[in-house]
């Protein structure tokens, strides 16, 4: 007896929890929003990627999310997806999840109880011969954004909340190259059709890197089929976990 390749284990199984929660297989429970992402470019050496290095605005989606999902105020990994909308190309699907700032910690997710902190890629991207880390960085002028699912409605909803975008390499600091507002709150239907493709939908001078983006892409893709979602599904400017 054979059996399937590793591929289509991994992507039926993810399809399977996905039918049976009939929702994500990965952060479930969340919050999406209307945005506008700003990008200034990055300074110093360019990395490379025109979306970074470029200056430009994009209308985006914002989801933040919890991953297990823990009730309430516990401490969960937390998700935030961000999707550039760039007509009429392909859109660039930016998933980060709660980490610390230090380079040495940046590539672990970890639990924390606020919306408000640290997302790091964790996993990183590869531009030419580059290795490069995104994250999401706490606006120091911006409101908190709470700590729980309705807290961040309510922040959201009283102050138009932001974090700066902001890239890396493996040991050297974050550097900002932009900014990512978030606006009105979607509605519980939009969230549930939005469907986040992290591997496919990039720039085209960036690639996912590591071991595991093969594990995320079809991870990822098992879940879209299992809801019934596409990697381009949901919301009303082109949107698609």
């Known amino acids: 007896m054979s059996w399937p390749p590793p591929a289509v284990l991994t992507e039926r199984a993810a399809r399977a929890v996905a039918r049976l929660r009939r929702d994500r297989m990965l952060h479930p429970a969340g919050r999406s929003f209307a945005g506008a992402v700003l990008v200034w470019g990055t300074s110093g050496r360019p990395t490379g990627v ?21 009730p309430g105020t516990w401490p969960d990994v937390l998700g935030l997806a961000v999707r550039f909308h760039r007509p ?11 980490s610390a700032t230090a380079p040495v910690l940046r590539h672990l997710p970890l639990p924390r109880r606020r919306f408000t902190g640290t997302y790091s890629s964790v996993m990183s991207y590869r531009a030419g011969r580059r ?10 002028e ?17 102050g138009r909340p932001r974090l700066v975008l902001a890239v890396a390499s493996a040991a050297g600091p ?6 990512v507002t978030i606006g009105d709150q979607l509605s519980a239907r939009e969230d549930a059709g939005l469907a986040f493709d992290p591997v496919g939908n990039l720039p085209e001078e960036l690639r996912l ?16 089929r299992g809801r019934g979602a596409t990697a381009q599904s949901g919301g009303s400017t082109g949107l698609t976990v």
């Open 131 to 140: 290795r490069l880390w995104l994250a999401a960085l706490a606006d120091p």
């Open 88 to 98: 009429p190309g392909r859109p660039f699907d930016l998933l980060v999840s709660s």
């Open 174 to 179: 974050w550097r900002p190259f932009g900014q």
């Open 50 to 70: 025109r979306l970074l290095d470029r200056p430009g605005q994009y209308p985006a989606t914002v989801r933040l999310s919890k991953g297990t999902p823990t």
């Open 209 to 224: 890197a590591g071991p595991l983006a093969w594990l995320r892409q079809h991870t990822y893709r098992g879940s879209r």
């Open 142 to 158: 911006s409101p908190d954004l709470g700590q729980d699912l309705a807290g961040l409605s309510t922040a959201v909803a009283a």
